[in-house]
Structures are given as C-alpha cells and as structure tokens.
C-alpha cells in the first residue's frame, strides 16, 4: 500500500532579532544544526542555503531541524520579501530536494576539534566540561525556539566565549539574554566563571 504524503506545510514566525525571520515546516530538513555565514560554505555543503544565497536579500542561513533561519540585509522589508521566499522553500521540500550534504556534521566538528585540541586539560578540562554542558542542556534549547544556537568557543581566565548563530547572531536582546541569562545561570554553576561574552558565528 502507497503511503500518502502529508503536504508540506510552512509558516513564518518572529524572531527577537528584526532582521531574521524563522521558516517552519512540517517535516524534518536537517537533524542538528547548519549555519551558513556566507554563500561559499553554502556552495560546499547545501543545496537549499546555496539556492537562497542566490536571492540578493539574503545575509545568512541557519537550518535547524524543521525551520530555515533567513536573515536579511537591512535595506529590504520582510513584507516585501517574505513570501518569495516562503514559497521557494516550500517548493523545495515538496520536491524533495537535498537540504544538507551528508558528513556536513563531521566536517564541522572536526574544524571545532582542530581549533580546541590541547587547549583543555587538567581542571580547566573539568570547568570546561561542567559549562558545555549546561550551555547544552539549559541555554541550547531555549535559543533554539528563537531561530538561533549558541556554541561554546572557550574559556580562558574566568572568561567564557561563546559563539551566537543564526536568529542570535546580531540581534539586540541576545546581549541582553547573554548577560542576564546565561552569564547569571553559569556564575551560579560554575564559580570559576567570571563573565561571558559573545562572538557572531
């Protein structure tokens, strides 16, 4: 017996950043997260974020389990751009088209590995650990309902560095979350912990 294929369904929602806005579809485009910068790593690694680099309104594309994160350049209005773009990744699904390349995921982890080897042993490695993962476990989740993702970079002399994507990455009250949430909850946790500051992605 055929099994029937439920239409693909698509619906924006807002972010706290104003240039970025969240595409949500029904079905599953990516487990884990993708975030595209810019179109070349697009090229490398994604069809779809390589097809939306195409329009000239795009800035960034962050794929995260069922939604696409698409952030503008601030010269162009949502209302005028937004349902082009709804259509296009709806279309997209339908046809079933590639989303994410496969070993996309190792890829990145092994550039995040080369970046972070030897950098953490001893009891720093034991500090490190313990905030990778509540940033994991508390903050991820959260972040991720906004469109975003938060990675841990660092952490050097109290001082912990995290990287902001997607719908974060630039939008004003992720500063504002980075001091009052996370910088709060992990001076808590963990006392080493001085401050926490933030890089875009």
Partial sequence: METVQSPVMLYTEQTPNPETLKFVTNKMLYRGTAEF?????AAEWSELASALYA????????????FVTITKEFNYAWEDIMLQIKEFIK???TDGKPVIKDGFEAAMAEIAAKSQEGMFQGPEGETVKKIKDLIDQHVKPAVEMDGGNIEFKS??????TVVLQGACSGCPSS?????AGIEGMLKRMVPEVMEVVSEMG
């Fill in 37 to 41: 910068r810019d179109d070349s790593l």
């Fill in 55 to 66: 329009f000239p309104y795009v800035k960034g594309v962050y794929i995260c389990n069922n």
């Fill in 175 to 179: 500063t504002i979350t980075l001091k």
């Fill in 91 to 93: 279309t997209w699904v």
């Fill in 155 to 160: 952490f050097h002399n109290g001082v912990v």
